[in-house]
């Protein structure tokens, strides 16, 4: 419905401006209504619902983001009325902001004392800046990680703080259009790329051709608006030369009187018998006409009754679909209210979610780090296991050698002394 919305508007201006008949051709026509629907989700394609959970994922983190640059913006309006908020606040974020203030002084003045000091202590100077910036930053990640904890906390001080102008405004609706950017852009695939390609081209190609019949029709005009000039330079001749012959007429018609009188005289009496007939046959036909005249009224006045039933029943259809319009926004504006609780809810689990999921994580990677600390002890007590039965082996087989090596050495003195008493017994 809402992009069908535009085209349902569109109808009520066109019969508003052209009459009856543009309604009649919008009804007669739903093919280039569906088109042109087609056409402006193609165009706009963040009125699609993202159907990708890396797609929602990244939707939420930047919307997430552009939170949290809301409430870093609203941080320095809130120190500076500090006192008609810590109520609202209560103590522990009070005191995050008072630090926070304190690290924002000395930055300050830090940065004014390095402006105006000399260069011998730049060096030391930079390190303090980096230091006291890393404070900063950690102070604003601690603000922003109590106000977040508190959701309706924050619609609260946004409520109140930004009847003020804030500086970083431009910063965050620049990241606003970047993050409906990179919505167009993960939504759109690389067909309805093509697709949009394509329709603008056909949109310029139609506007080329329509700019060339307007120019050859402006052509036409002009050459119309030329040849109707030149016709009526003409008849305002033909009007001077009439105007002459009429003052020569009216001259000869002077000298003529005398005896168009004398002859007029003569004829009136019989002109005066044809014009009483004449009168006669003209009344007849003045009746005739008049008869045809009232015909003509009664016919004129019907077709335009008919043409004010028409208006009226054209009237009635605009508001009967101005009321639905009116109906189905309603409609719609509390879906969306739905929506957005329901929304409002789960965010909030999804906040005890992870603040649970960050103690788990840290009790997970303690019994990680002891699970690394017994493997690590398991591996070397079994290297030096593997050496010690190693070193064994190899002392053992060196034992067997040196036993194995001193039998044949004492049965080789046993051989050679037998062989040494026969010789000598022969």
Same mark, same amino acid.
């Given at each position: 419905?809402?992009?069908?919305?535009?085209?349902?508007?569109?109808?009520?201006?066109?019969?508003?401006?052209?009459?009856?008949?543009?309604?009649?051709?919008?009804?007669?026509?739903?093919?280039?209504?569906?088109?042109?629907?087609? #056409?402006?989700?193609?165009?706009?394609?963040?009125?699609?619902?993202?159907?990708?959970?890396?797609?929602?994922?990244?939707?939420?983190?930047?919307?997430?983001?552009? #939170?949290?640059?809301?409430?870093?913006?609203?941080?320095?309006?809130?120190?500076?009325?500090?006192?008609?908020?810590?109520?609202?606040?209560?103590?522990?974020?009070?005191?995050?902001?008072?630090?926070?203030?304190?690290?924002?002084?000395?930055?300050?003045?830090?940065? #004014?004392?390095?402006?105006?000091?000399?260069?011998?202590?730049?060096?030391?100077?930079?390190?303090?800046?980096?230091?006291?910036?890393?404070?900063?930053?950690?102070?604003?990640?601690?603000?922003?990680?109590?106000?977040?904890?508190?959701?309706?906390?924050?619609?609260? @001080?946004?409520?109140?703080?930004?009847?003020?102008?804030?500086?970083?405004?431009? !910063?965050?609706? %620049?990241?606003?259009?970047?993050?409906?950017?990179?919505?167009?852009?993960?939504?759109?695939?690389?067909?309805?790329?093509?697709?949009?390609?394509?329709?603008?081209?056909?949109?310029?190609?139609?506007?080329?051709?329509?700019?060339?019949?307007?120019?050859?029709?402006?052509?036409?005009?002009?050459?119309?608006?030329?040849?109707?000039?030149?016709?009526?330079?003409?008849?305002?001749?033909?009007?001077?030369? @009439?105007?002459?012959?009429?003052?020569?007429?009216?001259?000869?018609?002077?000298?003529?009187?005398?005896?168009?009188?004398?002859?007029?005289?003569?004829?009136?009496?019989?002109?005066?018998?044809?014009?009483? %007939?004449?009168?006669?046959?003209?009344?007849?036909?003045?009746?005739?006409?008049?008869?045809?005249?009232?015909? @003509?009224?009664?016919?004129?006045?019907?077709?335009?009754? %008919?043409?004010?039933?028409?208006?009226?029943?054209?009237?009635?259809?605009?508001?009967?679909?101005?009321?639905?319009?009116?109906?189905?926004?309603?409609?719609?504006?509390?879906?969306?209210?739905?929506?957005?609780?329901?929304?409002?809810?789960?965010?909030?689990?999804?906040?005890?979610?992870?603040?649970?999921?960050?103690?788990?994580?840290?009790?997970?990677?303690?019994?990680?780090?002891?699970?690394?600390?017994?493997?690590?002890?398991?591996?070397? %007590?079994?290297?030096? !296991?593997?050496?010690?039965? @190693? #070193?064994?082996?190899?002392?053992?087989?060196?034992?067997?050698?040196?036993?194995?090596?001193?039998?044949?050495?004492?049965?080789?003195?046993?051989?050679?002394?037998?062989?040494?008493?026969?010789?000598?017994?022969?």
């Amino acid at each position: 419905m809402a992009t069908g919305d535009p085209a349902v508007l569109r109808l009520p201006s066109q019969d508003m401006k052209q009459g009856n008949e543009p309604l009649v051709k919008g009804m007669a026509t739903p093919e280039k209504a569906a088109i042109t629907l087609d #056409a402006m989700q193609m165009l706009d394609p963040r009125q699609v619902k993202p159907d990708n959970i890396e797609t929602e994922r990244i939707k939420t983190v930047l919307d997430e983001t552009i #939170a949290k640059l809301e409430l870093s913006s609203l941080i320095p309006c809130i120190i500076d009325s500090l006192d008609r908020f810590a109520d609202m606040l209560g103590p522990e974020i009070t005191k995050s902001l008072i630090e926070h203030q304190k690290l924002s002084n000395e930055m300050e003045h830090l940065l #004014a004392s390095s402006e105006e000091g000399n260069t011998m202590r730049a060096e030391e100077q930079q390190g303090c800046l980096c230091l006291l910036e890393q404070r900063l930053k950690c102070s604003v990640r601690n603000v922003l990680r109590l106000l977040l904890a508190n959701p309706s906390l924050c619609q609260a @001080l946004k409520y109140e703080a930004w009847a003020k102008e804030s500086p970083a405004k431009g !910063f965050i609706e %620049a990241f606003g259009e970047f993050r409906n950017f990179m919505l167009e852009r993960l939504l759109t695939s690389p067909v309805e790329e093509e697709e949009k390609i394509q329709f603008m081209e056909d949109i310029s190609l139609r506007i080329k051709k329509n700019t060339e019949a307007i120019t050859a029709l402006q052509a036409e005009l002009a050459a119309a608006i030329r040849t109707r000039e030149e016709e009526i330079h003409k008849k305002d001749n033909v009007i001077k030369d @009439l105007k002459n012959s009429m003052q020569d007429l009216t001259e000869d018609c002077k000298a003529g009187i005398q005896q168009i009188k004398q002859e007029g005289e003569k004829q009136q009496k019989e002109e005066l018998q044809a014009s009483q %007939a004449r009168c006669a046959r003209l009344q007849q036909d003045i009746q005739q006409l008049g008869a045809q005249l009232n015909a @003509l009224v009664l016919e004129h006045r019907a077709s335009e009754l %008919a043409l004010r039933k028409r208006k009226c029943r054209v009237e009635m259809e605009i508001v009967n679909w101005i009321q639905k319009y009116d109906a189905d926004m309603g409609e719609k504006q509390a879906e969306y209210e739905e929506v957005h609780a329901a929304y409002t809810e789960e965010k909030a689990q999804l906040s005890l979610l992870m603040e649970k999921r960050a103690v788990l994580l840290q009790e997970y990677s303690q019994i990680e780090e002891e699970r690394r600390m017994c493997q690590k002890k398991k591996e070397q %007590a079994l290297k030096e !296991f593997t050496t010690m039965t @190693l #070193a064994a082996i190899r002392i053992q087989a060196f034992w067997r050698g040196y036993l194995v090596r001193s039998l044949f050495k004492s049965k080789r003195k046993k051989k050679k002394k037998k062989g040494k008493g026969k010789k000598i017994k022969k």
